[in-house]
């Protein structure tokens, strides 16, 4: 487990650097310079050369990157060319936003999939099961924003119970987070607790068919008893999978819900940064999400192995 | 004597369709009696409904009391008290009967604590049970998940949780189908030993010979014939029987006859009347009435015996 | 729906989006009552930092000017220049120096006192350290000198009927000498209001400013609350979320405020003139029957009626009727596809039309599509990411065809005077009328720029979509909203909660 | 179960019909021009030659749902087309040589890959070369390139140590005849089943990208930006949130019935590869 752990944690380093060459390569792409942008349309040469330099802009590619590279990993995300605000502490603060956004819309997924996945593969042969079932595929067939747009619509204008978006620090008014959160937490937490609850469902199926669960009724447990002790567990491995693949997909899928809810999350950060050109910001954001899915895939295969004692 | 188990008009059905007609028997204390038949005979359905571990959509009805107390069509909640301390099972696949999760010591256990022994108790004596079912080491065993043991040690280890509590009947399904043939002797030999009555289901008639005193043949859902081991083998009455004898090593008089012609139909699909009528080459248009189990000790049903 | 506002200016004039605005905010409803009333403002753009001297864009002057910085002067809702941190002016009978008196007992927010040493150090400033387009709107000024400590001499170069309107705009705006560090991120102005606190991405929030000179504004602090979607700042109105929509971003969406015991609605104009622009500069819209084709083609009511729900003006020319010389032009070109097609010859054309991703572009762009298509012109709309990309492409390396723009700087017509600019229109002709009103007496400058707003339409080198409407939707009870935005600043003073 | 799996194949094929029926008739008949601008026919109610009403620019409905379902299809076609083409000779390659360097290979690279979402990749194309219909399509085909691969590996790992395969091994069959003749016909169902599931995806990541403006550029109809469109009016004429909306669901629910259904009916030993939901 061990010597795993290093391999692993080895690949996820070079995962990490392959996706920074990745992100630094495509940002060079892009059209424009930003010393010139930053500048506006009627600058001098001579001004946007010294903004060039100043930026850093001048230097070769590689040592660009070998800079901003150097940087990351002290966790310097380097100065906007925009703002002119270091872009580390931005990207912290919406991080922060973000993760509380996809984390808590993850559990609430989790609290709706785990019962109704579990109750649908029991009930599998009743009308009740299959009505999860078919709710859960229509569940998946609706887009979150469109999930989100509907939620404000009844919740938040109908119904006046909670607000339509925005977002207020928990330490500035820890209610006022929470009210503000539970709608964007809803659409992102319905939508995967859907797709999640058919994996669910999918896996207690399979377990309930395993032999080790007669087994365990054998023991003189009963069929909830069984399930409970020895199904969920086994039930559970596939589903990590799956969590760790859904939570990839939160992180992008909060991208467009912090755009309907106006939180100032990551996904609002990338996107204002595309607009302004803010291409070192982009360049961060896009750094700061790709690792976030490699850093979710690298727990995910550890979590399996602690999980699964024949891959110890 | 007082039989331990009474099972009487036992029948087993899922939709429309009867897969266990009308089964009765009775086990005596510390009896070794074989069920025997192809697969869908209804042999297994006949133990797990005792069990109480039908699959779902699967219902038996009719009566079955081990010392006294219902076994089918009585609430879950009781049974399942029944189940790992008054009867227990050992299933036919040791690779997957096993929880891949949890340590096999902490899966003996389990079973005690279900009936009321204490945790610590329980894990001192599940090391003694494996030392019981001969298991080398058994403490390092306790300690070892599922996957590190080889079949015949799984197989062991669940013939030790159905032993744990001590139980008055042990069911085994084709305990050692799934083992190499080495494996299987000294699983037979450990079972005959330890098991306090035992039923035995198996399509092997060598096993039944090595391990039972009485043997019940199961076909289409009937117990078709069943009698003292020795005597059902070396005179069998019923056709099928008779086939089935021919079809193994065990042939009475040593000439080989030829094998039963056909497939087992499926489930719902066999013939009224005698079940086993379109496969006997001794079949007669009086076979369209179903004949009765008669016969004190050595019964059989069929119109044309054997012998 | 996504951010507007910004401005780039070439040869001393403006060119922007719409304002826009958006607000939305937690603070807001209920909450201030009598000592303490707060109000949510909810706007469209952002400001990427706080610094106007260095960045384009009305996000900035919009929260900014007239509320934490002030200028000498400035516009009144009427439109009139009016006095503020001078308490007056003279003009010279040449009409080259202006005598400004400064108000007394006027203090920074950071306690530095006001002064004529201020004035000289922030009107040189613009010249020398300003890194914006439109601070050569304020080369005709020949030196800036002090007088007393509360005098100050400006000469200018010449006559110019626009000098006094500059110092209106944020070009005016007064500096501390000591204020200066740390523009980006602290603001140190004049003004009623100062930086409270800015939640980056989410809202900024002014607070009163305790020692203002002036009468000090009815609310104890405003917050501006940003929205990159027209529906998410409905919503937070809607909802409570914000008092004040400063720009309605989806005009179809009006009729959730129709109930008057909940909301109000002011509907004026702005100085935004939505500009269908053609480049000049190349094929086909060098040639000027094409041009003249396109204004034939697109049927300007059905359009506005359709992309922007009625709401706003239709103008036939760069001028917004709030300016003195304002014609209606709108019969130069009246609808006619047979006659478009006419001009066209017969002959067929593919063009790029790259418009910004905004919502008045992207509905009006649908429009004149399939309008251009009854005549024989395929327009091929292609969004880009405003502002950067926009700007990038169609605005500075002039790489489009047709592209569709709301031009929301005051006064701007002489955008057109230069041929550099990305509609590439070159015709001297009208670059010596705007020159020659610039100089002129109030009355011939009105004549000369009327004749240079007729010349642009006859010429076509644009196409004048609508005006922009001035549209805000607020709670019932606030009140001091602005009926017309014709100032770069959204004026919180006057704003109120009853 | 049985009768149940072909009830969803049945369902998921006649909703995909239904969506690939429109797509196709919209090519030579639709009711009206889809984007034909008329201020007189502005949010016309349903009826009288407009069976499900107009646009805020007059704009027939059920011609733009019609155009829009060939938009749909086609983002879907060639960004599965591209997964496909791509992910599955890798994942083939990886499968059939489980233990080289090759494997390690692309798996890591695959990862990799898998860690730019779909979203991500069109934001980031989108900003270097214009949003659009085709920067979508490749970023949503780039990003499912991965599931493609693993999938294609997996069914290869599986097919691998099958007789046949093994017997053609033995008979020193070279690796790309083995690949061709014997491997990808017999990994074909669980392609097409991933297939079946990716587009379901495709057509919601094409909705969210057009919902934010990185997706299909006007006037091309397209369900996303219809619904974007719709937003503002949601109050006063929700149909036009309404229909679009329906559409999105009814695709992405044919497709994903469709995947669970033929997963059933080409090969239930398969469906554990996947993680076999729905026996």
């Avoid at chain 1, 709706?112 to 078919?134: C, D, E, K, W, Y």
């Avoid at chain 1, 991208?255 to 990551?266: A, D, K, S, T, Y």
């Avoid at chain 3, 760069?318 to 478009?340: C, I, N, Q, S």
């Avoid at chain 4, 006007?218 to 149909?239: A, C, D, I, V």
């Amino acid at each position: 487990m061990t010597l795993y752990l290093v391999k692993r944690l080895g690949v996820l380093l070079a995962s990490t650097a392959a996706a920074a060459v990745v992100v630094f390569a495509f940002m060079a792409l892009l059209p424009g310079d930003p010393a010139e942008i930053a500048l506006g349309v009627n600058a001098t040469p001579e001004a946007v050369a010294e903004l060039r330099s100043q930026f850093g802009t001048d230097r070769a590619p590689v040592v660009q990157f070998l800079d901003w590279a150097g940087g990351l990993a002290q966790g310097d995300f380097g100065t906007s060319y925009v703002t002119g605000a270091p872009i580390g502490p931005q990207i912290g603060d919406r991080l922060g936003v973000t993760a509380v956004l996809v984390l808590g819309g993850m559990v609430l997924a989790l609290l709706i999939a785990v019962p109704l996945g579990t109750f649908a593969a029991v009930h599998h042969r009743n009308l009740l099961g299959a009505a999860i079932s078919v709710a859960s595929q229509l569940g998946i067939a609706i887009p979150a924003f469109l999930a989100g747009i509907l939620l404000v619509f009844v919740f938040a204008v109908q119904a006046q119970a909670l607000p339509s978006g925005g977002y207020v620090p928990i330490a500035e008014n820890p209610a006022e987070w929470l009210r503000g959160l539970v709608l964007p937490w809803l659409s992102l937490g319905l939508v995967q607790g859907a797709v999640l609850t058919r994996y669910v469902r999918s896996a207690v199926l399979d377990v309930m068919r395993e032999d080790y669960l007669r087994t365990a009724r054998a023991k003189g447990r009963g069929a909830t008893g069984a399930l409970w002790r020895h199904g969920l567990r086994n039930a559970s491995i596939p589903v990590v999978t799956v969590l760790g693949l859904q939570l990839a997909t939160l992180l992008i899928g909060a991208v467009v819900v912090e755009r309907v809810f106006v939180i100032p999350g990551l996904g609002d950060l990338l996107l204002n940064g595309v607009a302004q050109r803010d291409l070192l910001l982009v360049q961060g954001v896009v750094m700061v999400l790709v690792a976030a899915v490699l850093l979710i895939n690298f727990v995910v295969d550890v979590a399996y192995r602690l999980l699964d004692p024949r891959l110890r | 004597m007082s039989a331990l188990l009474t099972v009487e008009g036992l029948s087993v059905g899922a939709d429309s369709v009867e897969l266990v007609h009308d089964l009765s028997f009775t086990i005596g204390p510390g009896e070794r009696v074989g069920l025997i038949g192809e697969s869908g005979s209804g042999k297994s359905l006949t133990a797990l409904s005792l069990m109480g571990l039908l699959p779902e959509g699967v219902v038996a009805s009719g009566t079955a009391r081990l010392g006294g107390r219902d076994l089918v069509g009585v609430q879950e909640a009781r049974v399942k008290r029944l189940r790992g301390s008054e009867l227990s099972m050992v299933f036919q696949e040791p690779m997957t009967a096993l929880n891949p999760l949890m340590r096999v010591g902490a899966q003996v256990a389990e079973v005690m604590t279900l009936h009321g022994r204490s945790r610590q108790d329980a894990r001192q004596r599940a090391v003694e049970l494996l030392a019981r079912v001969r298991l080398p080491e058994p403490a390092e065993i306790a300690r070892a998940y599922p996957h590190q043991l080889s079949g015949g040690q799984r197989q062991r280890v669940m013939l030790a949780i159905a032993l744990a509590n001590e139980p008055r009947l042990l069911i085994c399904d084709e305990p050692t189908t799934a083992l190499d043939v080495t494996v299987q002797k000294q699983m037979l030999e450990l079972i005959a030993e330890v098991a306090p009555a035992l039923l035995f289901i198996t399509h092997d008639l060598a096993v039944v010979a090595s391990v039972c005193e009485r043997v019940l043949v199961m076909y289409g859902g009937r117990v078709v014939e069943s009698g003292p081991v020795r005597e059902v083998f070396t005179h069998p009455r019923h056709r099928y029987t008779e086939g089935l004898l021919a079809a193994s090593r065990l042939t009475p008089r040593g000439t080989r006859l030829p094998t039963i012609s056909g497939s087992v139909p499926a489930a719902g699909r066999f013939p009224s009347g005698c079940v086993f009528r379109n496969r006997c080459p001794h079949a007669t248009p009086a076979c369209e009435t179903a004949p009765a189990l008669t016969g004190d000790g050595h019964a059989f049903a069929c119109w044309h015996p054997a012998g | 729906m996504r951010r507007i506002g910004i401005w780039i200016a070439v040869g001393g004039l403006l060119l922007g989006t719409a304002a826009c605005g958006s607000g939305g905010g937690n603070t807001g409803a209920g909450g201030g009552a009598a000592a303490g009333q707060t109000l949510a403002v909810g706007f469209v753009a952002e400001p990427a930092n706080l610094d106007f001297t260095s960045t384009e864009g009305v996000a900035i002057p919009q929260a900014l000017l007239v509320n934490v910085y002030e200028g000498l002067v400035k516009l009144d809702q009427s439109g009139q220049i009016v006095p503020l941190l001078a308490e007056k002016w003279e003009v010279s009978d040449d009409r080259k120096a202006y005598t400004f008196t400064l108000r007394k007992n006027v203090t920074f927010s950071s306690g530095a006192p006001f002064t004529a040493d201020d004035v000289v150090f922030s009107l040189d400033r613009v010249a020398t350290d300003w890194k914006l387009k439109i601070k050569s709107q304020l080369d005709v000024i020949d030196k800036v000198e002090k007088k007393d400590d509360s005098t100050v001499v400006v000469t200018l170069k010449r006559p110019s009927n626009g000098f006094l309107y500059s110092m209106a705009t944020r070009l005016g705006a007064m500096f501390s000498r000591t204020g200066i560090s740390d523009l980006a991120n602290k603001p140190v102005g004049t003004g009623p209001y100062v930086l409270g606190s800015w939640r980056r991405g989410d809202s900024i929030q002014l607070k009163q400013n305790p020692s203002y000179w002036g009468t000090k504004p009815a609310l104890s602090a405003v917050t501006l609350k940003y929205f990159k979607d027209a529906t998410a700042m409905n919503n937070a109105l809607l909802t409570g979320g914000i008092d004040v929509i400063s720009s309605v971003q989806a005009p179809e969406s009006l009729q959730q405020f129709a109930d008057p015991n909940r909301f109000q609605t002011v509907e004026g104009t702005t100085n935004g003139e939505v500009v269908l622009s053609m480049n000049n500069g190349r094929p086909p819209f060098d040639d000027k029957k094409v041009r003249q084709a396109v204004r034939y083609a697109i049927d300007h009511k059905a359009l506005l009626d359709t992309a922007w729900a009625g709401r706003g003006q239709l103008i036939g020319s760069m001028v917004p009727p709030t300016d003195p010389w304002y014609e209606d032009r709108t019969g130069d070109y009246p609808y006619d596809p047979a006659k478009a097609k006419e001009l066209l010859g017969g002959k067929t054309y593919t063009v790029k039309m790259r418009i910004p991703n905004l919502p008045y572009a992207v509905n009006s762009a649908q429009v004149v599509k399939s309008q251009l298509a009854q005549v024989g012109i395929t327009a091929d709309i292609e969004p880009l990411e405003f502002p950067a990309r926009w700007l990038d492409v169609v605005f500075t390396q002039g790489d489009y065809d047709m592209s569709i723009i709301n031009h929301v700087e005051p006064r701007d017509m002489g955008i057109f005077a230069d041929k550099s600019y990305y509609f590439r229109y070159d015709n001297p002709e009208f670059g010596k009328l705007l020159a020659a009103a610039d100089e002129a007496s109030e009355q011939d400058q009105a004549d000369d720029l009327k004749q240079a707003a007729k010349l642009l339409s006859d010429d076509a080198a644009a196409d004048f979509l609508f005006l922009f409407p001035n549209l805000i939707v607020a709670k019932k009870g606030v009140t001091g909203l602005p009926k017309n935005a014709i100032a770069e600043s959204f004026d919180f003073t006057a704003l109120a909660k009853q | 179960m049985r009768g149940r799996t072909n009830a969803g194949l049945l369902v998921g094929g006649t909703l995909v019909g239904l969506v690939v029926l429109a797509a196709l008739v919209s090519f030579f008949w639709t009711p009206h021009d889809p984007t034909l601008v008329d201020a007189a026919r502005k949010l016309r109610e349903p009826g009288g030659g407009y069976l499900l009403g107009a646009d805020k620019f007059g704009r027939d409905t059920l011609s733009q749902l019609m155009v829009g379902a060939r938009t749909t299809l086609y983002v879907g076609i060639v960004a599965v087309g591209i997964a496909a083409l791509v992910g599955t000779p890798l994942g083939l390659a990886a499968g059939m040589t489980p233990r080289g360097w090759l494997s390690e290979l692309i798996m890591r690279v695959n990862d990799l890959v898998f860690a730019f979402p779909a979203l991500l990749l069109a934001v980031m194309l989108g900003a270097v070369y214009g949003a659009g219909t085709l920067t979508a399509m490749i970023a949503i085909g780039v990003a499912t390139v991965p599931a493609f691969a693993r999938v294609a590996r997996a069914a290869t790992l599986q097919v691998m140590v099958t007789d046949y395969i093994l017997a053609a091994r033995a008979a020193g069959r070279r690796r790309t005849a083995i690949a061709v003749r014997h491997v990808l016909p017999n990994i074909g169902s669980v392609l097409i089943v991933q297939a079946s599931v990716s587009f379901a995806i495709a057509i919601l990541a094409e909705a969210a990208l057009s919902f934010l403006g990185f997706g299909t550029r006007p006037p091309t109809p397209s369900w996303g930006r219809m619904l974007q469109e719709s937003q503002e009016l949601l109050f006063s004429t929700p149909r036009l949130a309404l229909w679009p909306g329906l559409a999105i669901a009814v695709a992405v629910l044919g497709f994903n019935l469709l995947g669970d259904g033929l997963r059933d009916h080409l090969d239930p030993k398969l469906s554990r590869i996947r993680g076999g939901e729905e026996r």
